[in-house]
């Protein structure tokens, strides 16, 4: 991976204001799977054998933990707190420069992670697997499907959503739900809540789904290609 895209300053071939992606040159890393941005402008890049980039505002440098497992998930606290989790079920912490392991609640595949606050949140994984991080413990959560799960975006403490192989789940601040059975070989791999009533969620083969606080409905994405993540920046783009 040669660099990193980051939404940058317009080319002037396009209309004034429009935004243009600008690429920032990375330093070699290997594989990257996850990346966390806070609201001032800086965030993390995780990847394969526990290598880190560190987004500064204007540059991304390296901050390799040298571990013998992958970061595949990133989610910033706040601008000083970070998490992320291992293909091997570890749960890291970061509260400036440096990452620490904090634990290791289960030893399968964890996906995402997301945090409501530096106190609270969850993470997904394989077999179904959701921790809920609360009163300083990571806690296996009751789920309703051993399928994997490989997306989580929590609205509120009492409000979210997972996505994964065949389903999608909501939680309603008591318990997990599926709220949405899909084809046994479809997968959804990323997911992206706007507020509690909008939402989507991408997968294989260019599978879309939109939430309109509803239900969930199938979108055509106009491609066939494998879709990995999603991002909104409001209901219109």
Do not use: C
């Not at 409501?116 to 990571?138: D, K, M, R, T």
């Not at 809540?193 to 979108?219: E, F, Q, R």
Request: glycine share 16%; aromatic share 10%; net charge negative.
């Amino acid at each position: 991976m040669s660099g990193l895209g980051i939404p940058g300053v317009s080319d002037p071939a396009r209309a004034q204001g429009d935004p243009a992606w600008e690429q920032y040159p990375a330093p070699p890393s290997g594989d990257l799977y996850a990346v966390g941005m806070t609201p001032g402008g800086q965030g993390w890049a995780g990847g394969a054998y526990g290598s880190m980039l560190q987004f500064d505002g204007s540059s991304w440098n390296p901050a390799s933990l040298e571990k013998d497992f992958a970061i595949m998930g990133i989610s910033m606290a706040d601008n000083s707190t970070g998490w992320a989790v291992s293909h091997l079920g570890h749960i890291l912490r970061s509260s400036g420069s440096s990452w620490q392991v904090v634990g290791q609640p289960v030893t399968s595949w964890l996906s995402a992670i997301d945090m409501l606050s530096p106190s609270e949140g969850w993470a997904v994984g394989q077999s179904g697997v959701i921790l809920h991080y609360s009163g300083g413990n990571w806690q296996s959560v009751g789920s309703p499907t051993t399928g994997w799960l490989k997306a989580i975006d929590m609205v509120a403490s009492d409000d979210g959503w997972a996505v994964g192989q065949g389903t999608i789940l909501h939680w309603d601040g008591v318990a997990w739900r599926e709220v949405e059975r899909l084809g046994a070989g479809e997968m959804l791999r990323g997911l992206d809540m706007i507020s509690a009533t909008d939402g989507w969620a991408v997968g294989w083969n260019g599978l879309m789904m939109h939430y309109d606080g509803n239900a969930w409905t199938s979108v055509d994405s106009g491609t066939g290609v494998h879709l990995h993540a999603v991002s909104m920046v409001d209901s219109d783009s």
